[in-house]
């Protein structure tokens, strides 16, 4: 079966993104465009997984629980888990392992920890889009060592990219899939992989329209990410 389908979205965690990037606007606008699966991938934490998790699976949404990781180098992986108890238990790893640079919401944005109504219930005191202490091995290695899956993310990218940071996709990490950005130039040789293209939203207009798809043999977690990963 075909699945339409978003798998980087951020929500008002990342102080990148807008405040209006709720737990149920994502989902009811994931509902509206007609995507069947999405993954929220807020930048090196998870706090807002359980929320939207709730309200994705009220509209029937399949729910892929997500982070989106600044490695050392400064290149994004997207990190995809088969629960939301692990991602969680995942991201306060992570949290921990941040520098201890405070956020100026002033300058950076907010980063706002939300419930299933939207009410915010907290904040994070780090500045998450921070780099994390980890080279780009260790950070895959991390990833696989809590069940989780790595995916380099936006590799086309000026910037925060593999290929931008990098200059080339490291042999020893064996990635089965990448995302590319369409309509943006590729130099290096990416026929060897797997290809997805989100929408790295920060708002709601840049949720993906149901494009994209992924033949998957039953719309679930575990399929998906056998398709994407194994």
Known sequence: MQLTYDFHIHSALSPCAENDMTPNNIINMAKLKGLDAIAVCDHNS????????????????????????????????LALFEDVDTAFV??????????????????????????ENDEVIGRMDKLLISALPFDMDEC????KEYGGYAIPAHINKGANSVLANLGFFPPQLKF?????VKGLAITNDISGFQ????????NLWQIAEAENTIEVDENTVSAILKKLCV
């Open 195 to 202: 290809k997805i293209y989100s929408s790295d939203a920060h």
């Open 90 to 115: 995942f991201g306060d790893m992570v949290y921990e392992a941040l520098p201890d640079i405070p956020n100026k919401p002033d300058f950076f944005g907010e980063q706002l920890i939300m419930d």
């Open 46 to 77: 998870t706090k807002n997984l359980p929320a939207a998790a709730k309200i994705a699976q009220e509209a029937s949404i399949t729910f892929l629980p997500g982070m989106e990781m600044t490695t050392a180098e400064e290149v994004h992986v």
């Open 140 to 143: 895959c290695a991390r990833i």
């Open 176 to 180: 089965k899939t990448i995302e590319v």
